[in-house]
C-alpha cells in the first residue's frame, strides 16, 4: 500500500503473464484431449498406410482398402473388432426439404468399436440390417426441428431409410463426424465396384484391439499381411502402420484426412511463448525488487537487530510474494474467462472453457504457477535482502548499483525475447499473405466449384453445363471427377519395357472433360488437349504434368505418344498414351512441393461443376446457377463454393496462428515496456540530487534526458543484437516446413530495430524529461 505505484506494475505484468501462460496451457489441454471420450479409446486404432509411389517417396494416407478390416481380425489374433467408414456427400430430403450431408456408411459393429451412447435407439439394432439409419443431434434437430425424429423416414438420394437412432452430443474435440450412420450393406453397387478390391484405398478402417495387447505386435504383423493378400511389388510398396485415435488429431501429413488436424509443433511453440511471457513478467518483478532493495535496508537492518534470522526475513518477504502473485492469478482468471469466448470465436472449431469444478488440470496448473511464480520472482530478492548486514547499512543509505549486472541482464533478455516475438510474427504475417496471393499456376478468380453427386447421369450433367453456357455472364463450365485444389486418386500407372511390378508408379490422378484445361487457364507444353469426339481419348488417352515427366524419367524425349498401363481393380491392365503435357500448377497446399499428376478423361466420374463466371454481379449469377440447378435436379441439394475462398481458408490455422502470435508480441513488448518503466522511475528517483547538482553546474534538459536513454537504450540494443539472430534461425526453421515460402527481407530487421528502440525509448522519456525538467531547488533542498 505504501508503494501503490510499483505494486500495480508488479501485479499488472504478473497478471498479463499468469494469463497468457494459463491460456496456452488450456489450448494445450484442449488440443491433447481431442477423442480422448471413448470408453475404450485406449484399445482404438486407425489404420493408416505409408505407400510407396515408386520414385523413393511416400505418399501418407488415412485411408485403406474396403477388404482389409474383416480380414485383419480374422487374420490376427490380438484384434478383438473393426469397423469401417466409407464417407459420400448424399442429397438428404425430408418432406420438401433437401440438404447435402455426409454420409458414412459403417459396419453393424460401429457400436461394438466406439461405445457412442445414444440418446434414443437401442445401439444392438440400429444398424442391423437395411434400410436404417442414426443421425447426430444437430441433423435430427436440422431434419425435424421439435419432431420425434424416431422412426421417421427420410430419403438418401430417393432412397428410403427409417432413422432408427439419434446419437448424444459429443464433446466438441472430436476428429471423426457422425454426421449419418448408414449400414454398410446398403452401400450402392457403383461404390462396391470401386472399392472391392484389394488396392483402391477409399475407406478408413479402425481396429479395436483386445485387452493388454500391444499394438506394437499387431503392427509387426501387418507387412506379411499385405504380402500375403495385396501380394507382388504392391505388397512392399504398401506400409500399414496403427495410429491411437487419440493422436490422430495432433498428427498431420496424412492424405485424405477424415477431420480437422493440428501441427502439434504449433502447440508446444504456443506453450513456449506463454513460458517465456510469465518468465518476462517475473525478470520484472525481480528488476523492480532488486532495485528498490536499498529501499528497505533500514528495514532489514532494525529486524535484524532485535534478533530476526535470515530465515524469518526470506519466509517475510516469499510471502509478501505471494500474496501480489495471489492477487495477480485472481485478475489473470478473469482475463482468461473473458478472452477465451473470442478465441472461440476466432478459431470457429474450438470450444476451450474452464471446468472449475472437474478439470483437475486447471487447479494443478494453477497451483503449479502459484509455487513458480512466487519463487523465481521471490527466491533472489529475498536472499538478496535478508543478507544485508546491519553495521553496514547503518553506515551507509545506499547499498547496490544502478548498474547492477543482474538487472542489466535481465533487461537484456527481456527485450531479446520481444525482439524475437516481433521477428517471428512479421515474417509469419508475410508469409500468410505470400501464401494467399502466390500464383498457384491456374487463374483461380471468379472460379465456382459445384458439387453434384457420384454417379449423377453424365448427359444431364452435360445439359446443365450448356444451359449455364447461354447465360452471357458465364464465360466457361467444365466437368471434372474434384476440385482444383484436391490430392484426386491415386492410381498405379507401369511403363512398358519396365513392366514388372517393381517399376509401378502410384501417382494422384483427377477425371475431366475436355473442357477443364481451358477452363483453369493450363498451358498445354507439348501435345493436344482431350477430344470429346474421339471415342478414344475416354479410354486409352491421358495428359501429365511437367513433374510426371520427370518422374516417368522421359526428360530430354518426347512424352508425346508414350504408352503406360493401368493396373485395374480386378488385376487386368488396360494400356494408355500420353497426348499431352500442361504446365506444373499447384493442386495441393503450398507445404507441399508439386507432385506428379495425370489427367484422364472418364465421363463416368464425373460429379463436379467448373463454372467460371463474370464479376461485375455475382449476386445474380449465383441466382441464375441455382435457379437452373431446380430445373435439372430437382430434389437435390445445391451448394457451391467460390475457390478463391477455399484457397484463403485453406491456410485457416497459419492465419490463426499468425493473429495469436501478433497479439503476444505485443504483449510481450508491453510487459517488457512496464518492467523497463518501473526500473527507470526507481533508477531516476535514487538519482534525483545528482539530477538537480547537474543541472546547478549547468547541464541542460536535453543532456539529462539523453544520459538516461543512453543508458538504458543501451540494454535494448544489446536485447536486439541476441534476440534477432535467434529470431532469424527459428523462422527460417519454419518457413522451411513450406515448399514455397516468402524471403526474409532486410526491411523486417529494420522495422524490428526500430520498433524495440522507439518502444525502449518511449518507456522512459516521460521518466527522464520529468525529471529534467524539475526544479534543482527542490531536490537540493535537504542539503
Known amino acids: 500500500m505504501k508503494e501503490k505505484g510499483y505494486t500495480a506494475i508488479n501485479i499488472g505484468s504478473l ?21 480422448s471420450f471413448y470408453k475404450n479409446g485406449d484399445r482404438i486404432y486407425r489404420v493408416i498406410e505409408r505407400v510407396h509411389t515408386g520414385d523413393g517417396s511416400e505418399v501418407n494416407t488415412a485411408m485403406t482398402p474396403w477388404k482389409w478390416g474383416p480380414m485383419l481380425k480374422e487374420e490376427l489374433p490380438g484384434v478383438d473388432n473393426y469397423v469401417r467408414f466409407l464417407i459420400r456427400g448424399k442429397s438428404v430430403s425430408y418432406q420438401n426439404d433437401v440438404f447435402n450431408i455426409a454420409v458414412s456408411y459403417v459396419d453393424s459393429t460401429f457400436f461394438d468399436v466406439f461405445q457412442l451412447p445414444l440418446q434414443q435407439g437401442d445401439p444392438q439394432t440400429a444398424l442391423s440390417g437395411t434400410g436404417k439409419v442414426v443421425l447426430s443431434p444437430e441433423i435430427a434437430n436440422m431434419l425435424f426441428g421439435n419432431e420425434n425424429p424416431m422412426g421417421k423416414v427420410i430419403q438418401i438420394e430417393k432412397e428410403s431409410f427409417e432413422v432408427t437412432g439419434v446419437l ?41 484391439l483386445k485387452k493388454n495387447i500391444n499394438a506394437a505386435s499387431i503392427e509387426h504383423q501387418l507387412p506379411s499381411f499385405t504380402k500375403r493378400y495385396v501380394g507382388g511389388q504392391a505388397g512392399k510398396d504398401y506400409a500399414p502402420e496403427l495410429q491411437p485415435i487419440t493422436g490422430m488429431y495432433l498428427n498431420t501429413g496424412l492424405q485424405g484426412e477424415q477431420g480437422d488436424t493440428l501441427n502439434p509443433a504449433y502447440l508446444y511453440i504456443f506453450l513456449s511463448i506463454g513460458f517465456l511471457i510469465l518468465l518476462i513478467s517475473c525478470i520484472n518483478f525481480i528488476n523492480i525488487s532488486t532495485a528498490r532493495a536499498s529501499g528497505r535496508n533500514r528495514e532489514v537492518g532494525i529486524r535484524k537487530v532485535i534478533g530476526a534470522t535470515r530465515g524469518q526475513l526470506v ?15 485472481v485478475i489473470a482468471i478473469v482475463v482468461v474467462e473473458w478472452t477465451l469466448p473470442l478465441f472461440n470465436a476466432l478459431t470457429g472449431d474450438w470450444r476451450v472453457h474452464i471446468n472449475y469444478s472437474e478439470n483437475l488440470f486447471f487447479w494443478e496448473s494453477i497451483a503449479g504457477i502459484f509455487l513458480l511464480v512466487t519463487l523465481v520472482a521471490g527466491a533472489y530478492p529475498a536472499f538478496c535482502l535478508s543478507d544485508f548486514q546491519p553495521a553496514r547499512i547503518f553506515r551507509s543509505k545506499s547499498s547496490g548499483s544502478t548498474r547492477s549486472w543482474l538487472r542489466s541482464g535481465l533487461v537484456i533478455t527481456q527485450f531479446s525475447m520481444a525482439v524475437f516475438l516481433l521477428f517471428a510474427s512479421l515474417v509469419v504475417n508475410n508469409q500468410i499473405d505470400y501464401l494467399h496471393q502466390k500464383d498457384l499456376g491456374f487463374n483461380q478468380q471468379n472460379l465456382i466449384r459445384m458439387f453434384m453427386w457420384e454417379g449423377v447421369n453424365y448427359q444431364k450433367a452435360q445439359a446443365y453445363r450448356d444451359q449455364l453456357l447461354r ?3 458465364i464465360k466457361q463450365v467444365a466437368l471434372s471427377s474434384d476440385g482444383p485444389i484436391s490430392d484426386g486418386t491415386m492410381v498405379k500407372y507401369l511403363i512398358p519395357g519396365k513392366d514388372n511390378d517393381g517399376d509401378q508408379q502410384i501417382l494422384n490422378t483427377l477425371y475431366v472433360d475436355s473442357r477443364f484445361v481451358p477452363l483453369m487457364g493450363l498451358k498445354m507444353l507439348k501435345g493436344r488437349n482431350f477430344d470429346p469426339n474421339r471415342a478414344s481419348d475416354s479410354t486409352s488417352a491421358v495428359i501429365i504434368n511437367q513433374t510426371a515427366v520427370k518422374q516417368f524419367g522421359w526428360q530430354g524425349e ?24 500442361i504446365n506444373d500448377y499447384n493442386y495441393q497446399s503450398l507445404n507441399q512441393p508439386i507432385k506428379p499428376l495425370v489427367l484422364q478423361y472418364r465421363p463416368s466420374k464425373l460429379s463436379n461443376l467448373l463454372i467460371r463466371v463474370q464479376s461485375p454481379d455475382p449476386d445474380k449469377i449465383n441466382a441464375y446457377i441455382h435457379k437452373t440447378w431446380k430445373e435439372y435436379f430437382p430434389g437435390h441439394f445445391f451448394f457451391f463454393y467460390y475457390v478463391s475462398d477455399l484457397v ?8 490463426i496462428i499468425s493473429q495469436l502470435l501478433s497479439m503476444l508480441t505485443w504483449l510481450t513488448i508491453f510487459i517488457a515496456g512496464l518492467g523497463l518503466l518501473g526500473l527507470a522511475s526507481y533508477t531516476i528517483l535514487q538519482r534525483t540530487k545528482e539530477i538537480g547538482i547537474r543541472k546547478v553546474l549547468g547541464a541542460s534538459a536535453s543532456e539529462i534526458i539523453g544520459m538516461f536513454s543512453k543508458e538504458f537504450l543501451q540494454f535494448v540494443l544489446l536485447g536486439i543484437i541476441v534476440g534477432l539472430p535467434l529470431a532469424w534461425y527459428a523462422v527460417n526453421q519454419w518457413l522451411d516446413s513450406f515448399a514455397y515460402h516468402a524471403d526474409v527481407h532486410i526491411t523486417t530487421f529494420l522495422i524490428v530495430v526500430s520498433v524495440t528502440l522507439l518502444a525502449g525509448w518511449l518507456t522512459i522519456a516521460y521518466q527522464s524529461i520529468r525529471a529534467a525538467l524539475a526544479n534543482p531547488v527542490e531536490s537540493l533542498r535537504s542539503e
Open 648 to 655: 484463403f481458408e485453406s491456410y485457416t490455422t497459419e492465419s
Open 315 to 329: 519466509f517475510q518477504y516469499l510471502l509478501e510474494v505471494a500474496l501480489i502473485t495471489l492477487a495477480s492469478i
Open 168 to 208: 448424444k452430443k459429443l464433446p466438441p474435440n472430436s476428429s471423426i463426424g457422425y454426421d449419418m450412420l448408414v449400414p454398410a450393406t446398403d452401400i450402392e453397387a457403383r461404390d462396391m465396384a470401386t472399392i472391392g478390391n484389394w488396392e483402391k484405398h477409399d475407406i478408413y478402417t479402425y481396429l479395436l
Open 15 to 35: 497478471a498479463i503473464g499468469i494469463g497468457v501462460f494459463l491460456f496456452m496451457l488450456l489450448l494445450y489441454q484442449y488440443a491433447i484431449s481431442y477423442d
Open 558 to 581: 518426347d512424352p508425346i505418344g508414350k504408352v503406360l498401363r493401368i493396373k485395374s481393380g480386378d488385376g487386368t491392365r488396360r494400356e494408355v498414351s500420353v497426348i499431352g503435357v
Open 471 to 473: 447465360n452471357p455472364q
